[in-house]
């Protein structure tokens, strides 16, 4: 009897026990997940609607940056539109496998955006390793190190009615017509890329694995599925790299074949090159060489000590970054995306924001001149180095160089330098350099 009483105890203490450290760990895992859920509830609702009231008119400013991290300084530069690179809406990023779609990044990016009021170009990569190993040789390590997420395989899709698909139901998520729409959506995406840098097939960096008939062929698809779903919007081509002839070879292939029928607006690079007009010239000469009557945009430019002679110092990349720009959108770009807003490849000086976020002088010229020139509808060439911009019915001139003032500038004007600095003179007081000058009549 005794000894029946002892384990009843036992068994009756070790219940208790058992009991104690259950009610404990679901306490504790109660308390993880309700900590967990407050994290995810943060996350989630961290960029939920918008910090800043959107005006659909920031769809026709003219300065853009490439996936920037620094949206409140593009705020307080004045610029809404960014380029996410390479960006989630990647094809195998999205469809996992045939069918399954997790859009979780992808409605992160336009979340974040949206938050800030940022329009966004949204480059398509058609490539999907579940797809895309049906057909399609897979790269070596070295070619697919660099933008590792874009997949193993970066050739034209081997089932092209599914991608199709895919694109169709990309577009409608983000097309704002209220249809299959992303829940909250409030900014909505109007302008598609498609894919990047085709003709880049570089060992060390391979946007695409094929040729000019295989771009010309996805470039196609990718137009018809993006009007399919969303009429309004705006197709751009992929990014020219360039203007070396193995760039224009490739792209007079897609054009022989009749490219220039789809897409909306073209597209150049020009990523460190010594070119004044950061290519637009060569590019739009190229264009006029097709008879492609069509817009351009510059969806990425890169400043770097090539462009200058020997000075390579703060000053000196603030004021030919103005240059540049202003010599491409007279060349006919519409839109530019800057490369360097922080830290990026090349020269430090030619970033916006240095590595110790602090703001540098290309900082507060790129800045005046967003104020001075931004939404222009003309842009003309005077003489070097003179430029004359309408921007409704006002006049901003853009000087520099060591010849007389254009001589329709005449009385008081006003005078900015490229920090923002502002004086009242006379038109016979002004005196031009090198360092570029934004010039109103008062």
Known sequence: MKKKLILLITILVIAMLLSGCTDKSNTDTSDDKKDDTKDEQKDKTKYEGTLYEYNSKSLDSHFAFMHPEHFKEMIDLGVSWHRPHAGPFNWGEIEKASG??????????????QYYAMNILA????????????????????????FSELGSYRGKPCDMNAYKNFVT?????????????????????????????????????????GKSSDYYDILK??????KEA??????????????????????????DLGGQNYFDIGNIHSIGSDSASLYGEDYKEFLDENEINKTFWTTEAEITSRSLDEDA???????????????????????????????????????????????????????????????????EKLAEGQFKFTID??????????????????????????????????????????????????
């Open 169 to 209: 139901k990309l577009v409608e998520r983000y097309d704002g017509d209220g249809i299959d729409d992303m829940p909250d959506l409030i900014v909505p995406i109007k302008y598609w890329e498609v894919s990047n840098e085709p003709s880049m097939q570089d060992e060390n960096l391979m946007f695409f694995a």
């Open 123 to 146: 480059t398509i990569w058609p490539f999907a390793d579940w797809d895309q190993s049906q057909c399609n040789e897979k790269l070596s390590s070295s070619q697919s190190k660099m």
């Open 221 to 226: 698809a990718t137009y018809e599925a993006i």
């Open 393 to 442: 019915s006002n006049i901003v001139y853009v000087l520099w160089s060591e010849n007389d003032i254009p001589a329709e500038i005449t009385g008081q004007v006003k005078v900015t330098d490229i920090k923002g600095a502002e004086t009242t003179i006379q038109s016979t007081e002004l005196s031009l350099d090198d360092s570029p000058v934004f010039v109103e009549i008062v």
């Open 100 to 113: 399954n779609f997790d859009w979780e990044e992808a409605d992160y990016e336009v979340n974040s955006s």
């Open 313 to 379: 110092s703060e000053e000196a990349f603030a004021e030919i970054i103005v240059k540049s720009y202003v010599e491409a959108f007279e060349s006919g770009s519409d839109k530019i995306f800057y490369v360097g807003l922080e830290e990026a490849p090349g020269d430090e000086e030619a970033w916006l924001i240095g590595k110790s976020d602090q703001k540098q002088e290309a900082y507060y010229a790129y800045k005046t001149m967003v104020e001075k020139v931004d939404y222009f509808d003309t842009v």
């Open 230 to 255: 969303d009429a309004s919007a705006y197709v751009l081509s992929g990014g020219m790299a360039g203007v070396a002839k193995d760039n224009k070879d490739f792209w007079q292939g897609v054009f």
